[in-house]
């Protein structure tokens, strides 16, 4: 049966790249399949986090995925480090994974920069973790932003190794989702950078709570270029910040970054920019509003990882027993 399984960190605000990349992706796909969505508390420590903040922040996270449309009653939403299993099934990981494999990650390499040395030993083993989110559910689908794809890659690898060392047809081999207009939205202030929670610039970035203000001035200060806009998107390729906005536009718009093009043809950034925002404030606008309401409150979110959590071990735990036995773990 296919299942879907995603996940997302519960660190900083988030933002129109986790929106367009994967949180709208999630909804358009909670009534296809089963959906398994995950905030990654474990994941986050792989660089340091204050307690207190990774806490709050797990709920407002669960509260945007619910403010942007996901049913939890329908979907399965919990906090990793409430199932115990991921961290199992990574171990085991660690155990088929080849360093080699991991040396080849480019996002160990982006977040760990110069000082390697001093990066975490759960930053470098990320990627296994990653694998064991999805495969202790056996999931066949993973809706993600296209900087994900090399993980995925690599839980497909730790997939078919584990199962030709044990001579089994046992994990699916996963296929990554990766669809709409902005699988790789890019910084407001920089057009090869993707816009990222880690940005030191508040303005690289619109988050989902950022109020009316805040949305049309990070618009109006985004970066272009003085050229009217071209009514082909091929024409885009050498104007980065140009072409992100348009993808923006048409993947809030849900409509075809050729049908943007050919409706701005000639246009200037500045009306186009005001047009932008607009949009952008009815969109997101109402998905804020709804996620500070729920922020508000914490009981009603924490019964729902409660709930999410006892669903996910209930599929995940029998599939680790499975998993224990064919590597030969006796459980007297
Ligand atoms: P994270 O928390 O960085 O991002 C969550 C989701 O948002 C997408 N995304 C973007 N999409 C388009 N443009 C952007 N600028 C942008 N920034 C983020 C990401 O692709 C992702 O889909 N490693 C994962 C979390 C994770 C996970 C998993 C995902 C842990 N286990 C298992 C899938 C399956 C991460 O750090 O996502």
């Known amino acids: 049966m296919d299942r879907i399984f995603s996940g997302i960190q519960p660190t900083g605000d988030l933002h129109l790249g986790n929106y367009l990349g994967a949180l709208r992706n999630w909804v358009a796909l909670q009534h296809k ?66 360093l080699g494999w991991l040396n080849r990650m480019t996002q160990f390499k982006e ?8 990066a975490s030993v759960g930053l470098y083993a990320y990627p296994n973790l990653m694998a064991a989110d999805i495969l202790v559910y056996k999931a066949t689908h993973v ?13 497909r690898d730790i997939a ?24 790789r939205v890019m910084s407001l202030r920089d057009g090869n950078n993707k816009m990222s929670k880690s940005d030191p610039s508040e303005n690289s970035r619109i988050n989902m709570t950022d109020g009316l203000d805040d949305i049309s001035r990070k618009i109006r200060k985004a970066k272009t270029d003085p050229e009217p806009l071209p009514g ?10 140009a072409a992100n906005l348009i993808d923006i536009y048409a993947a809030l718009s849900d409509q075809s970054t050729a049908d943007v093009c050919s409706k701005f043809e000639g246009a200037q950034f ?37 709930t999410g959590a006892e669903r996910a071990k209930a599929i995940a735990n029998p599939i680790l027993d499975d998993v224990y036995d064919i590597v030969g773990f006796l459980r007297p």
């Open 33 to 98: 399949y089963e959906c398994i969505y995950c905030m990654v508390d474990m994941h986050a420590i792989t660089v340091w986090q204050d307690p207190k903040e990774l806490a709050a922040s797990t709920r407002e996270v669960t509260a945007g995925l619910i403010a942007a449309g996901l049913d939890p009653d329908h979907n399965v939403l919990f906090n990793q480090s409430a199932v115990p299993a991921h961290a199992e099934l990574a171990w085991v990981f660690n155990c088929v994974a080849r």
């Open 111 to 118: 977040k760990a920069g110069k000082n390697k040395e001093n």
């Open 143 to 155: 809706p993600v932003g296209e900087d994900q794809k090399q993980h995925l890659e690599l839980t």
């Open 160 to 183: 078919q190794k584990f199962n030709n060392d044990y001579n089994q047809n046992f994990f699916p081999l996963t296929e990554p989702l990766i669809f709409g207009e902005a699988t």
């Open 232 to 241: 082909d998107r091929k024409a885009l390729e050498s104007r980065p910040e």
């Open 270 to 306: 500045s009306s186009f920019k005001e047009e932008l925002t607009e949009l952008a404030i009815s969109v997101l606008g109402p998905v804020g509003e709804e996620m500070a309401r729920l922020v508000k409150d914490p009981g009603y979110l924490d019964s729902v990882l409660r």
